[in-house]
């Protein structure tokens, strides 16, 4: 859940308040409590010491008829709701009251917050010379003094919930005028920056009231439209000239281009010229490498070719001197065979 600034002030106030009423309903009460009760335990102290006193020739001389009196006298007090008056055997000398109370075993009370019963017993000695001859109990009804304790808490509560009422309203009227300006501060922000996506600039300024925080705040923010404003207009400058410059860019973007393409024109047109005389070499190359390997394979069959020419005449003459002998031999081979035939005779 979000709250605003003025919520939180008045919850903020609220809240402090009210701490600050808890504690001093607490402090006051305690304090009124503790008054009541010490006041009670003096009253007390002092209607048994002053009783006691009264009753003394009494209990000396035992003269009960009187006692009775007195505690019938005592009993016209407000809040009291017993007397006693005992001996020192703890005799009953004569009593008045609640009998329920009589009745119980008495037991003094030393602090009225620990009182269970609603009656806060105490007892003053009867002496004399020192010696002690009896004493009186007597027990006070505090049901009227938590009444009015519980009055005062209920009455300081009241009021305290009075002023925690009186401060929200007065928060929330504080708040309402101090966030009043903050409000115009929260809006105005917003209102800027639609009109920054819609590219307008003409807001109005705030008003300024007074000369607190707020109308610093105010002003400063007022400064920062101004400063906007003005950065913007600058900025539609600059963003004009950006504009005129990436046009020029891309014309000079444009005639690059042109003077780019045109020489990757001739580099290319150069490139295969290059490549053409490359090619060119490649083939003069490929042709003298054929042309000297012609030639040492001439040179490698014309040396055996000369070689056997040259001894063609000689081997003619040899070869006619082989046949000559041939015949030769032949002759004489059918000569030596017909002898044989003739004569039988191997020679």
Same mark, same amino acid.
């Given at each position: 859940?979000?709250?605003?600034?003025?919520?939180?002030?008045?919850?903020?106030?609220?809240?402090?308040?009210?701490?600050?009423?808890?504690? *001093?309903?607490?402090?006051? $009460?305690?304090f009124?409590?503790?008054?009541?009760?010490?006041?009670?335990?003096?009253? /007390?102290?002092?209607?048994?010491?002053?009783?006691? /006193?009264?009753?003394?020739?009494? $209990?000396?001389? +035992?003269? *009960?008829?009187?006692?009775?009196?007195?505690?019938s006298?005592?009993?016209?007090?407000?809040?009291?709701?017993?007397?006693?008056? $005992?001996?020192?055997?703890?005799?009953?000398?004569? &009593?008045?009251?609640?009998? /329920?109370?009589?009745?119980?075993k008495?037991?003094?009370?030393?602090?009225?917050?620990?009182?269970?019963?609603?009656?806060?017993?105490?007892?003053?000695n009867?002496?004399?010379?020192?010696?002690?001859?009896?004493?009186?109990?007597?027990?006070?009804d505090?049901?009227?003094?938590?009444?009015s304790?519980?009055?005062?808490?209920?009455?300081?509560?009241?009021?305290a919930?009075?002023?925690? *009422?009186? $401060?929200?309203?007065?928060s929330?009227?504080?708040?309402? +005028?101090?966030?009043?300006?903050?409000?115009?501060?929260?809006?105005?922000?917003?209102?800027?920056?639609?009109?920054?996506?819609?590219?307008?600039?003409?807001?109005?300024?705030?008003p300024?009231?007074?000369?607190? &925080?707020?109308?610093? %705040?105010? &002003?400063?923010?007022?400064?920062?439209?101004?400063?906007l404003?003005?950065e913007h207009?600058?900025?539609?400058?600059?963003?004009?000239?950006?504009?005129?410059?990436?046009?020029?860019?891309?014309?000079k973007?444009?005639?690059?281009?042109?003077l780019?393409?045109?020489?990757n024109?001739?580099?290319?047109k150069?490139?295969?010229?290059?490549?053409?005389?490359?090619?060119?070499?490649?083939?003069?190359?490929?042709?003298?490498?054929?042309?000297?390997?012609?030639a040492?394979?001439?040179?490698?069959?014309?040396?055996?070719?000369?070689?056997?020419? /040259?001894?063609?005449?000689?081997?003619?003459?040899?070869?006619?001197?082989?046949?000559?002998?041939?015949?030769?031999?032949?002759k004489?081979?059918?000569?030596?065979?017909?002898?044989?035939? %003739?004569?039988?005779?191997?020679?």
């Amino acid at each position: 859940m979000k709250l605003s600034l003025r919520n939180k002030t008045i919850i903020s106030i609220a809240l402090i308040e009210a701490i600050l009423l808890i504690a *001093l309903i607490f402090t006051a $009460v305690n304090f009124m409590r503790g008054s009541l009760n010490e006041d009670l335990v003096k009253r /007390s102290s002092t209607i048994a010491t002053l009783f006691a /006193s009264t009753t003394k020739d009494a $209990v000396l001389t +035992y003269d *009960l008829a009187s006692l009775e009196t007195y505690c019938s006298e005592l009993m016209n007090n407000p809040d009291i709701a017993y007397v006693r008056i $005992v001996n020192n055997k703890n005799q009953v000398l004569a &009593e008045a009251g609640d009998k /329920s109370l009589l009745a119980r075993k008495f037991l003094k009370d030393e602090k009225v917050e620990l009182v269970s019963d609603g009656i806060f017993d105490n007892f003053a000695n009867i002496k004399e010379s020192g010696h002690v001859y009896g004493r009186v109990e007597l027990g006070i009804d505090i049901s009227s003094i938590n009444l009015s304790v519980k009055k005062i808490q209920n009455w300081t509560t009241f009021i305290a919930l009075i002023e925690m *009422l009186m $401060v929200a309203l007065f928060s929330f009227v504080l708040g309402s +005028y101090l966030t009043r300006q903050l409000q115009g501060l929260r809006i105005a922000p917003k209102e800027v920056s639609r009109n920054i996506e819609k590219g307008n600039f003409n807001h109005t300024k705030l008003p300024v009231n007074g000369n607190d &925080e707020l109308a610093e %705040v105010t &002003e400063a923010f007022n400064k920062l439209i101004i400063t906007l404003e003005t950065e913007h207009a600058r900025t539609e400058e600059y963003q004009k000239d950006l504009e005129v410059f990436n046009h020029t860019l891309e014309e000079k973007v444009k005639q690059r281009t042109l003077l780019l393409n045109e020489r990757n024109s001739q580099l290319e047109k150069s490139n295969q010229e290059l490549h053409s005389m490359q090619q060119q070499l490649i083939h003069a190359e490929k042709m003298a490498s054929i042309g000297q390997l012609v030639a040492g394979i001439a040179h490698e069959i014309n040396n055996p070719i000369g070689f056997v020419s /040259s001894n063609l005449n000689t081997l003619k003459e040899y070869t006619g001197t082989y046949c000559e002998l041939s015949k030769q031999v032949q002759k004489l081979l059918a000569i030596e065979t017909v002898e044989e035939k %003739v004569y039988g005779v191997k020679s």
